[in-house]
């Protein structure tokens, strides 16, 4: 009886140790990554990775839970990758600003709050995830936070601006105006009522506008050279 008891307690002890490893297994959790791609249209830089679910795990449900963290963990990496070869305007690349640690800090913190597009699960327990960082958000990482003027209410919340022939980049000025902006090349159905200022050119990281319209609120829409 002895013999049997001390089997029995060994058998409990190996069962608990392969549930234990099961857990810190699904905890650990392994992704695979598909890298990341600048949509200027949308005005996002985006990325997906796939969760991978642990084998190991009790079941899909608790698999679920560490494969979505991992899929989101590699986006984020993937984000943070990406973002220093992105081009601006007045020259050169956001990865040339990043040894400024107040400029990196704000950079860090919009890949950590980046926008989830889409998660898709899968029966196994696999999650692929979208996750998207604003280019609007590195254009204010860049410059830093501003008070809101009151001048902010005034003019269009939308202009579209034609005849700029210039390669998207984060911060072009809109004549005076430091505005979020984005690049299209066929104009929106939401923004088609929208007022158009013509661009006389570009320099400087600066698109002469032929007039003035709209505040540091706007958005301008940019229509790009097909």
């Known amino acids: 009886m002895g013999v049997a008891r001390r089997l029995a307690s060994l058998a409990r002890v190996a069962v608990s140790a392969l549930i234990a490893a099961s857990t810190v297994s699904a905890l650990s959790g392994t992704a695979r990554a598909e890298g990341a791609r600048s949509d200027w249209a949308r005005g996002l830089v985006i990325a997906s990775a796939v969760g991978i679910a642990d084998r190991q795990a009790p079941s899909p449900v608790s698999a679920r839970g560490p494969a979505r963290r991992a899929a989101e963990?590699?986006?984020?990496?993937?984000?943070?990758?990406?973002?220093?070869?992105?081009?601006?305007?007045?020259?050169?690349?956001?990865?040339?600003?990043?040894a400024d640690a107040a400029i990196k800090a704000r950079v860090d913190r919009a890949v950590a709050a980046a926008i989830p597009l889409d998660?898709?699960?899968?029966?196994?327990?696999?999650?692929?995830?979208?996750?998207?960082?604003?280019?609007?958000?590195?254009?204010?990482?860049?410059?830093?936070?501003?008070?809101?003027?009151?001048?902010?209410?005034?003019?269009?919340?939308?202009?579209?601006?034609?005849?700029?022939?210039?390669?998207?980049?984060?911060?072009?000025?809109?004549?005076?105006?430091?505005?979020?902006?984005?690049?299209?090349q066929d104009i929106p159905a939401w923004a088609k009522d929208a007022p158009r200022i013509k661009a006389r050119g570009a320099s400087a990281g600066t698109i002469d506008l032929a007039e003035a319209k709209g505040s540091e609120s706007t958005l301008f829409v940019i229509v790009a050279p097909t």
């Open 119 to 184: 998660a898709e699960p899968s029966t196994d327990g696999s999650w692929k995830v979208t996750l998207a960082v604003p280019i609007e958000a590195l254009r204010q990482a860049l410059t830093g936070p501003r008070p809101a003027p009151a001048s902010d209410v005034d003019g269009p919340p939308i202009v579209i601006v034609e005849g700029a022939r210039v390669t998207p980049a984060i911060g072009y000025k809109l004549g005076k105006l430091a505005a979020p902006a984005i690049w299209v």
């Open 73 to 98: 963990d590699a986006a984020r990496k993937q984000l943070a990758a990406a973002l220093p070869a992105l081009p601006l305007a007045a020259g050169g690349t956001l990865g040339k600003h990043l």
